[in-house]
C-alpha cells in the first residue's frame, strides 16, 4: 500500500492543493475571494432573469359596440304596442348589452382581445322578427298575444 503523503504534485502530497503550484495562475479576484470567470457568469444569469422577468408583453384590447338601429314599426292599436313592450321588457337580457369576446394569445410575446358588444336595438329588433309574422312592418294585437304566449 502506498502512503498518500508519499506521492507529491509539484512539490505538494496528494491531498493537499499547493497554493500556486508551478504552471498555475492564481484566479484573478474581484469580491471577496469569488473568481472573475464565476463572478461573470453569475451577473450573466442575474441578467437573463432579470431581462425575462422583466419583459413585457404587447397587450391590446379592442371594445366594438355593434348597435344596430331600430327597425320601424307600427302597431295595429294601443294594446298591441302595449302587450308587445311589456312582453318585450320580460324577456331576460333583453334591455342588458351582450358581449362577444375574441382572444388571440402568443404566450409572453403578444395578445390581441377583441370584445364586441351588442346594443339593446338588437334585442328589439330581434323581438320585432318573432312577432311580426307576415313581415309587413305592423304588428296586430294577435300577433303581440302570440309573442307573449311565446315568452311565458
Not at 107 to 115: L, S, Y
Amino acid at each position: 500500500a502506498r502512503d498518500e503523503t508519499s506521492i507529491v504534485l509539484a512539490g505538494a502530497p496528494v491531498g493537499i492543493r499547493p497554493e500556486n503550484p508551478i504552471g498555475w495562475k492564481k484566479p484573478a479576484c474581484t469580491l471577496a475571494g469569488v473568481p472573475r470567470y464565476r463572478m461573470k457568469t453569475e451577473l450573466l444569469s442575474a441578467a437573463c432573469l432579470v431581462a425575462v422577468v422583466t419583459t413585457g408583453c404587447i397587450h391590446t384590447q379592442e371594445t366594438v359596440t355593434k348597435d344596430e338601429p331600430r327597425v320601424a314599426i307600427e302597431f295595429e292599436n294601443e294594446a298591441a304596442g302595449r302587450l308587445f313592450y311589456e312582453t318585450l321588457s320580460k324577456i331576460p337580457g333583453s334591455g342588458s348589452r351582450r358581449e362577444n369576446s375574441t382572444s388571440i394569445e402568443i404566450p409572453v410575446v403578444f395578445e390581441h382581445t377583441t370584445k364586441t358588444v351588442r346594443g339593446p336595438n338588437t334585442a328589439f329588433n330581434e323581438a320585432v322578427d318573432r312577432t311580426d309574422t307576415n313581415r309587413d312592418h305592423k304588428i296586430t294585437e294577435t300577433e303581440a298575444k302570440i309573442f307573449s304566449a311565446q315568452v311565458k
